[in-house]
């Protein structure tokens, strides 16, 4: 059995040989994904750096390895959205990034990914500003739902050319849960964006493309919702922001799950408290399958860290568990 076979039988809780760090990928993304503008970087400029990327967000980068903040978002006022001119999901300049590494897809044992980074929520409190949109709910609902509905026009327009390439997967990303609970109630979630979330789940689900979703934080909220939606993996199910039996409770047989292991323990701990975790959270999370075990966050941890990790998994992590 490969890789991807294995990873295949971890998502549907179908009998796995062995629990895997991550589903392998080969992931493809289009310019502006990770905030570029139309012909410069995004993330990796360096630190003191400012730049705008395709969406007219201005952003500044004040730490090295870390992502850059944004400063301006040109929808901040409402009546901005008559003048603001949106980025075309078919503008070569955006699109031919998609195509160009389809080439060097060789390795059929990974998954051909699509990245929707900022799917939606996240995209629209860059354009608006987090402060500004939380009230607009309440005081401006039709220029929400205007602003969400062109987002998911763009993020539909860039699924078709995934599509047109054979994606395999996708991955979502929209953080929704703070430490201690939802970022956003349920009221809002369910009348804002469900419904845009429904137009790229639905077109992915026609298709069998598996759908990979991200948000940190506390998710027992969205659980239900993101399972009626169709999506088959969460990731990273922070281990200080959730009740973890309760969110495999939630699953099991239903959402696969990645992540887990507490960013503490790898970034701090020794050799042995990381194994002690990884072996907790596979006979936790993983006892019938779907189970990615890995590192709740993505951190600039110790080499020797990750190795004591992947090391436990690969150990502890073969089927029928006997921890």
Known sequence: ??????????????????????????????????????????????????????????????????????????????????????????????????YRPKKEYVDETAFLTGSHRDTLWEKAYMLVGMQKLMGYFFTEPEFVKDVFHHIMDFQLGIAQHYLKIGVEMVKMTDDLGIQTGPLLGPRIVSKFLIPEYQRLF?????????????????????????????????????????????????????LALQGGVSSKTVLEGTESEITAEVIQRISQLGRKGGYFCCPDQTMPYPQENLNALSSAVKQYGKYPLTI
Request: with cysteine; net charge negative.
């Open 202 to 254: 639905q077109l992915y689900k026609e298709k069998q493309v598996l759908i990979n979703f991200h948000s940190c934080g506390n998710v027992l909220s969205i659980l239900e919702p993101l399972m009626e939606l169709g999506a088959d993996i969460l990731n990273p199910i922070q281990a200080s922001a959730n009740d973890l039996n309760k969110v495999r409770q939630m699953t099991q047989d239903r």
């Open 1 to 98: 059995m490969n890789q991807k076979e294995n990873a295949l039988r971890i998502i549907h809780f179908n009998q796995p040989e062995w629990v895997m760090e991550q589903p392998p990928c080969f992931i493809v993304s289009y310019q502006g994904c990770d905030h570029e503008g139309y012909e410069g970087i995004g993330d990796e400029h360096p630190a003191g750096s400012s730049w705008v990327d395709i969406w007219g967000v201005g952003w500044h980068k004040e730490l090295e390895g870390m992502m850059g903040l944004p400063k301006l978002c040109p929808l901040e006022n409402p009546r901005n959205l008559k003048l603001y001119r949106w980025p075309d999901p078919d503008d070569e300049r955006i699109v031919s990034r998609i």
